[in-house]
């Protein structure tokens, strides 16, 4: 069982910056798959970026360039630092995690991924 809380969301301008820290409970988040995840109103959720066990990472269109993911596994945290942030980046941003057997293994669709956070408010203004 591992449980997931996200932080770090806010209200931020167009062009500014944010981190989101989303800590994991449990002696064995370094073999799980994490992942960044949004969902606006209206909207589908969607995958903002991925990481594997191993640091693999994998980020959504939308995002390369702007967004970056990364895990600190001796401290259970998972981070996306996010850059030049756009009005459609606005969502709630959701952390999600799945156990792996191989450590270059990420996921990309909700379904895939058993555990979630809370998720937290991220709004850019124009």
């Known amino acids: 069982q591992v449980q997931l809380v996200e932080s770090g969301g806010g209200l931020v301008q167009a062009g500014g910056s944010l981190r989101l820290s989303c800590a994991a409970s449990g002696r064995t988040f370094r073999n799980y798959a994490m992942a960044w995840f949004r969902q606006a109103p209206g909207k589908e959720r969607e995958l903002v970026a991925a990481i594997s066990s191993g640091g693999s990472a994998y980020p959504a269109d939308s995002v390369k360039g702007r967004f970056t993911i990364s895990r600190d596994n001796a401290k259970n945290t998972l981070y996306l630092q996010m850059n030049s942030l756009k009005p459609e980046d606005t969502a709630v941003y959701y952390c999600?995690?799945?156990?792996?057997?191989?450590?270059?293994?990420?996921?990309?669709?909700?379904?895939?991924?058993?555990?979630w956070g809370q998720g937290t408010q991220v709004t850019v203004s124009s």
């Open positions: 999600a995690a799945d156990r792996t057997l191989y450590s270059g293994t990420y996921y990309r669709t909700p379904s895939e991924y058993t555990y």
